[in-house]
């Protein structure tokens, strides 16, 4: 869905995602991490640890700003060790601020 950034006026292409994080990723502050690399990229969603032991991403932007996004959470913070990060489309997501859960 296309959204208006005021700055620019003009359309930018908007798509979320949804990522799973697997490995290390859990007692590392790998969600608080992932919530500065957003916003540092001007991404909304949020980030939620999983029963399982993965850590579950939504993000939605600027297409080129999700991939650095989806790039970054293979490495993570410095004590995280990723193994594997999954990722696929979804419709929507949040459009305002980056939660943590």
Known sequence: MPWVNS???SYVARICVRC??????????????????AEELGITGSA???RDGRVEVIACG?????????DWLWQGPPAA??????????P????AGF???
């Not at 600027?62 to 989806?70: D, F, I, Q």
């Not at 060790?81 to 979804?90: K, L, R």
């Not at 929507?92 to 459009?95: C, M, R």
Request: glycine share 8%; charged share 30%; hydrophobic share 35%.
């Open 99 to 101: 939660g943590i859960a």
């Open 7 to 9: 700055s620019w006026r």
């Open 48 to 50: 939620a640890n999983l």
């Open 20 to 37: 799973l994080v697997s490995g290390r990723v859990q007692g590392v502050w790998f969600r608080d991490s992932t919530r500065r690399k």
């Open 81 to 90: 060790e990723v193994t594997s990060v999954d990722c696929e489309t979804i």
């Open 62 to 70: 600027e297409p080129v700003s999700v991939e650095r996004l989806k």
């Open 92 to 95: 929507e997501g949040p459009v």
